[in-house]
């Protein structure tokens, strides 16, 4: 099975091809974008061992000039540093305005070589092959890029929308679980926020843990909905001025989560799975949705293998201390994505610090 | 006399206002702009000493929160160093998607400026305060930003335009007059390339080497005309992908002129000049325009106090190399802007390299 997405922007177009075993077919489909012969991959150690030769030769045979420039893994990588790195072989090999540069990697991968592609030369073209679940879904879409400042997470950025988003199932036959259940914590989050179909259908699932538990066919249909849903969410809104908001259902308790247990000890998308269940309860508490609902969306979390309990060495306080500290706060009022249904959510900054306590309180895993 | 020009782009409109005297009043502008209330200066030494105060007492008296940074000053600071520190004190001062960074200062200020706003949070608001002509007339306007890699000019930036143009022309009153000269050298550009109304008040003035041989009507309508003519060609191509172009008329011999000298001995406007009187001399080479245009261009390089001969120290199979390595370059061959007319250019990459030669060899001092 093989679906298209045509994203279309008011300056821009481009693809989001959803094709299992279409790695080795990227030379094809770049060759009939009628781009530059020179082209840039960047990658990571791990993943280029994988897929970096078979990219590499697939562009090759359609004539593209390849260099590449391996950065070293993770998230604290993502940095000016690297970005220079970056810079420095888009020099040595010359790229000119008509040259690409190819993410292939996860989010970390793809938000810098964005970033890259976004200012050198004042911009040239990006391909994203995205090869973990939470890029396919998420990162890969919308024209984010970035890098970290070292007080802060992507605080340096631009939006750059790439020419072509690249999604080969395949890849994430190496993807480690614990980062697959990270990109499912955001494919729960598009069933909650947009779309009743794609939750139907997770809900006919048995398991959402990990890859070999779920039939292709499943996978492809997930992969579909989930980027359609950050397609359409993001289109109605390219540069972050209202709707896109949304994306951060799950998110307001989850980054205050994250951050203060240093971003290691939980993936992202422990986090956010802390985050929806919590959001959930506050928005029963208001009586904006039912009992019913939450359980529900509880349920996806489980069969995914996320926890909704807060981690031990977690004070509460502290949390909603860093709540208040968010970026996202307008005057000292914290802004919440709350479940009003299953695929819809209201934005309010009217929830009293009690209920917030209260629901917390009761995520502990001890009294 | 105050003129304010309107410049609508498809997705954002600003004006540029050129005010004399009106430095002090930014702070009102920017209040009628409603803009957030936390704003970062821009500034390096020398002009911070001349009008920082003014601006930020401006600015403090409509309530804005005024943080400042100051960079060292000269080409040279113009690299992802100094953006790194304006992010640091972004950060240090809690700058926020509605915060604005103001740029006063010439064109290295205005384009360091730009850069950072266009990359902190995916791109802040925007304001320039030209300080020096170059930057009134050319630099400051048309959304280019960026900063040099340590192996090229200009390699790393982003298109993102202002939300305001402030020009001062009082301000002309300290800058040393070999940086006057420089700006005068792109009016003259923008005289032949696209506006005979310029070019006739150009003509009509004794003098245009010194702000103080030019009556401030005159120098009123300079600005407005000058950059009028930015405007209006950039507008036409807000990305360069075409019309832009012409914008580099006297710029392909001048740059190889610029960098075989290091930058540093000719001003850029000085390596302009010569640059425009070679591509006269090519043009009447090929017959496409008159002895007597290319007499009233020179006319006008003299009255502004450039020279129009080569630097001895020069070697001119060099600067036939030099032009060969230029980005511009495409498939090995030179592309020329070449006037046709007062007010009008055309581009073309069928010079051949023998008068090339034999132009440059005319404009040494010696044989
Ligand atoms: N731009 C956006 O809109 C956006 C949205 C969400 C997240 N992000 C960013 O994305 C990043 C997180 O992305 P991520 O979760 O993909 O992290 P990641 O890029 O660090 O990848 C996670 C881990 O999985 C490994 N990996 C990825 N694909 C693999 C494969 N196919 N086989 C084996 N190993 C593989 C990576 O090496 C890494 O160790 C964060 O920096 C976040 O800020 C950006
Ligand atoms: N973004 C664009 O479209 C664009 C276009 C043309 C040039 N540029 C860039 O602009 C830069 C050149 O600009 P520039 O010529 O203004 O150089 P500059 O910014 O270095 O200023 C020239 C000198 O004049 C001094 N100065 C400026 N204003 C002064 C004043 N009012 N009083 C006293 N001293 C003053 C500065 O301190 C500096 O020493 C280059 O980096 C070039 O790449 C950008
Ligand atoms: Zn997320
Ligand atoms: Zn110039």
Request: hydrophobic share 40%.
């Amino acid at each position: 099975m093989a679906s298209i997405i045509t994203v279309n922007l008011p300056q821009h177009s481009y693809d989001i091809m959803i094709v299992p075993g279409s790695l080795g077919r990227l030379g094809e489909y770049m060759a009939n974008l009628k781009l530059g012969n020179k082209v840039l991959l960047i990658s990571n150690p791990i993943i280029f061992k994988h897929y970096g030769q078979k990219v590499i030769n697939s562009l090759e045979s359609e004539g593209f000039k390849v260099a590449h420039q391996i950065l070293p893994a993770g998230e604290q990588y993502k940095n000016p540093n690297s970005i220079q790195k970056i810079y420095d072989v888009a020099l040595a090999n010359h790229l000119e305005r008509s040259s690409t540069m190819i993410a292939l990697g996860g989010g970390v991968i793809g938000d810098m070589t964005g970033f890259a592609s976004a200012t050198w030369l004042r911009g040239i073209h990006f391909i994203q092959v995205p090869t973990s679940l939470l890029a396919m879904v998420d990162a890969a879409i919308g024209g984010k890029t970035g890098v970290n400042h070292v007080q802060g997470k992507n605080l340096i950025g631009a939006f750059h929308q790439p020419d072509l988003v690249l999604i080969d199932p395949y890849i994430l036959r190496t993807l480690p679980s614990r980062e697959f259940r990270a990109g499912m914590a955001e494919i729960i989050k598009y069933g909650i926020i947009w779309d009743t179909e794609l939750f139907a259908r997770l809900e006919k699932s048995k398991n959402l843990s990990q890859l070999w538990h779920i039939k292709s066919e499943l996978m492809d249909f997930i992969l579909q909905y989930s980027c359609q849903a950050k397609v359409d969410i993001v289109s109605k809104d390219e540069k972050e001025t209202g709707l896109r908001t949304i994306l951060n259902y799950g998110h307001t308790i989850g980054h205050a989560v994250e951050s203060l247990t240093g971003y290691t000890q939980l993936t992202h998308g422990e986090a956010t799975a802390i985050g929806m269940f919590a959001a959930g309860e506050i928005a029963i508490k208001l009586g904006m949705w039912t009992k019913e609902n939450s359980q529900r969306q509880n349920a996806l979390i489980e069969k995914a293998g996320l926890k909704t309990k807060l981690p031990d060495s977690l004070n509460i306080s502290k949390i909603i201390d860093a709540l208040q500290k968010d970026k996202k706060v307008k005057e000292g009022k914290v802004r919440f994505i709350l479940p009003t249904q299953i695929g819809g959510v209201e934005i309010t900054d009217r929830v009293p610090t009690t209920a917030i306590y209260e629901v917390l309180s009761s995520m502990r895993t001890r009294d």
